[in-house]
């Protein structure tokens, strides 16, 4: 048995309200295998910092299903990161900078919704994003998992969501990127 932790990190706004992402929560839910375990939270809704550090204590993997707002998290989430990774739980002093994470047996995954096109990534050094790829862009969320010792699986991504048509693309593909990183065993 795999316990999963599955945050959703949306923040409330009129233009962006959440359905898509507390969608894409109620998907990974039902896609996930027996075998594991999964409880939530829905920053959004409230949290106890203890109970949510026991939750990540318990939990083998965390998934963290969020909107990228001005390509960052919301700043709801950021709050949520800052209040539950406290030090001497999820890091502590280390020889070396950034070898201190005490969640070194945990994984993470982002699967995170994007208002840009996928062209705006992986393009040339004079576009937008400098040919950046959405990990690059996101290397300050990565950097704080791995600071805490969590180990990256590969991020899941929904591009144009202010003005997606259909979703069944984007969840069969959820589905098969599930499998291929995270359930492959637990079939």
Not at 32 to 37: A, F, M, N, S
Not at 48 to 54: G, K, L, P, R, S
Not at 163 to 176: G, P, Q, R, V, W
Request: charged share 25%.
């Amino acid at each position: 048995m795999r316990n999963l932790l599955i945050i959703n990190g949306h923040d409330y706004y009129e233009r962006a309200q959440g359905q898509l992402n507390n969608t894409m929560v109620k998907h990974i839910t039902e896609l996930t295998p027996k075998g594991y375990e999964v409880i939530h939270t829905d920053i959004i809704k409230g949290y106890h910092v203890n109970e949510e550090i026991q939750k990540f204590k318990w939990a083998d993997v965390v998934i963290i299903q969020a909107p990228i707002y001005w390509f960052s998290l919301p700043g709801i989430l950021k709050k949520y990161i800052d209040d539950v990774f406290v030090p001497d739980v999820f890091f502590g002093k280390a020889k070396k900078f950034g070898t201190g994470g005490k969640f070194n047996e945990k994984e993470y995954m982002l699967s995170v919704t994007w208002g840009a096109r996928e062209s705006a990534f992986n393009g040339m050094k004079d576009d937008f994003l400098e040919g950046l790829s959405e990990d690059q862009v996101l290397l300050s969320i990565h950097k704080t998992f791995e600071y805490c010792g969590f180990n990256k699986l590969p991020t899941f991504s929904i591009y144009s969501s202010m003005n997606l048509a259909e979703l069944d693309s984007y969840i069969t593909k959820l589905k098969h990127h599930l499998q291929e990183h995270l359930f492959n065993s637990f079939e």
